[in-house]
């Protein structure tokens, strides 16, 4: 995906001088060979840090190699000043991690202390402020060192992403969604620039481009992707010509930022005056890796970027919607295995799903807005959906949220999607997530989150996590088991 950031990992050893710089030296080698073996990619700078000057080459040596992410590796106990000076120093996501010790045969030349050295070091991070990421057990052989590495690399995408990141947003958040409206100063906090502009903007650079010649080949690409679902063929030049706006309106405007999503308004008043819902639209640049979160859901669109950062895939956003009717559940019970009733919801959404990720997609009308805008006669303004059911399998659903008083907080539930049939219209699935009745009194409601959840394939929380924890987010929320209570959750209940 274009939209994401490129990590390119540099590995610097270190050396306590009373250490055996050699042992540091040996051990890197050995690790940047794992690594390799392991299908990613590191640069393995030859400056071994022992004192400040040495800090200063190897990060001239980083950057020379155009390293982004940057993993300290403490081959021996390490020199705790130098070592956490550069990660001061350097312009990126930082990882520290240890070697193991090797063998009983060497205990005595051979024995690094690095065990003991990461402890130093992370006192050290501390005394500097600087928030690097150090795994759950950050110490290991080169094998597992490198397998701590590869974790890290999804975790490093994500924090250079929302360095990187601007959110547009096309019109005010719709009254009757107030629960999508939150303060965009931590925005800013997280270096995550905000462009919010009314849909007159929208509207003025849509109509400027009527007649634009791209149009045609755009919606031949919307046909083409369609193919049999193609069921309101007659919409897909409107479809187009928005899809155009947005991507133009990006490259002129994004400025000093590297990344794009989007958060636009989609209602009431865009079917009258553009003539379409931009439900296929979001869905279609959502699935190129360019989120685009309806209702004006600047942190629903932040959220499904992460998510398409930490998984390099397609991710969609779904209201957390309905109950599962018991008739259905048990019609087809086998399929939910260990799963209660209460375990399950459907996540639902008009039609903004990329195509991807549903089975059978098809381009079909607004329902809602069509008992709205269009009741007596066929469907004109309110085509655009793409429906839908999604496709069965492991997923996270995940939200980060500013409070009113502008603390972040999140929540992580990883999951998976049934291959059960929703009965029901739009991009839609039923949504398995142990002890879910719990998680939805005592997190998203006890905590006042709003309906929108960014979904993506893959039980990711792990990462989700370490990412969250790097961007100094002390309230992140899971679903707790049985036996486990939340907060404030009754125990007599």
């Not at 400056?47 to 001239?60: F, Y």
């Not at 096309?170 to 800013?188: E, H, M, Q, S, T």
């Not at 990412?467 to 929320?477: F, H, Q, S």
Request: charged share 20%; proline share 6%; net charge negative.
């Amino acid at each position: 995906m274009k939209n994401v950031p490129v990590v390119k990992l540099g590995i610097v050893a270190v050396s306590r001088d009373c250490f055996p710089i050699t042992l540091s030296e040996k051990r890197r080698e050995a690790v940047v060979k794992a690594v390799e073996m392991g299908g990613t990619k590191i640069e393995e700078i030859k400056t071994t840090v022992e004192n400040e000057n040495h800090a200063m080459k190897a990060l001239a040596e980083l950057k020379e190699a155009g390293c982004n992410a940057l993993v300290v590796y403490l081959g021996n106990f390490g020199p705790e000043g130098p070592e956490t000076m550069l990660a001061q120093k350097f312009c990126g996501p930082v990882m520290f991690v240890a070697a193991a010790e090797e063998t009983a045969a060497d205990l005595i030349q051979g024995r690094g202390d690095a065990y003991c050295g990461m402890l130093n070091a992370s006192y050290n991070l501390g005394l500097r402020g600087v928030k690097a990421y150090i795994p759950e057990y950050p110490v290991g052989t080169s094998g597992e060192v490198a397998e701590m590495i590869a974790e890290f690399v999804p975790v490093a995408r994500i924090i250079l992403g929302l360095k990187g990141l601007k959110i547009f947003g096309f019109g005010p958040r719709p009254f009757d969604f107030v629960a999508c409206n939150a303060p965009i100063k931590p925005l800013y906090d997280l270096g995550v620039e905000v462009q919010e502009n009314s849909e007159l903007d929208l509207f003025a650079a849509f109509n400027a481009n009527a007649n634009d010649p791209r149009i045609e080949k755009v919606a031949a690409d919307m046909a083409e992707e369609l193919g049999g679902g193609n069921k309101q063929s007659g919409i897909l030049p409107k479809l187009a010509q928005l899809e155009i706006t947005l991507l133009d309106w990006a490259e002129k405007h994004l400025g000093a930022s590297e990344y794009m999503a989007f958060a636009n308004k989609c209602w009431p008043a865009f079917q009258t005056q553009f003539g379409m819902v931009p439900c296929y639209v979001n869905s279609r640049l959502t699935g190129r890796g360019i989120p685009v979160a309806c209702e004006t859901d600047i942190y629903g669109a932040l959220s499904e970027y992460i998510l398409t950062c930490a998984t390099q895939l397609p991710p969609t956003l779904l209201d957390i919607n309905n109950t599962v009717p018991h008739d259905l559940y048990l019609a087809e019970k086998e399929k939910y295995g260990s799963y209660a009733l209460n375990d399950i919801f459907m996540g639902f959404h008009c039609g903004n799903t990329p195509s991807s990720l549903l089975k059978n997609p098809e381009m079909k009308y607004q329902l809602i807005m069509k008992r709205l805008l269009e009741p007596d006669g066929d469907p004109d303004i309110t085509r655009g959906t793409l429906e839908g059911t999604l496709k069965s399998g492991d997923i996270t659903l995940f939200r980060l949220q500013s409070t009113a008083d502008c603390v972040l907080r999140a929540y992580v539930a990883q999951g998976e999607t049934i291959d059960a049939d929703p009965k029901t219209f739009g991009s839609v699935g039923v949504i398995a997530i142990n002890e879910m009745a719990r998680f939805y009194r005592h997190v998203l409601i006890a905590k006042r989150y709003p309906h929108h959840a960014a979904m993506g394939y893959g039980h990711i929380g792990k990462t989700l996590f370490s990412a969250l924890k790097m961007l100094g987010i002390c309230d992140v929320a899971y679903n707790q088991p049985v036996g486990r209570l939340y907060c404030g959750e009754n125990p007599f209940a």
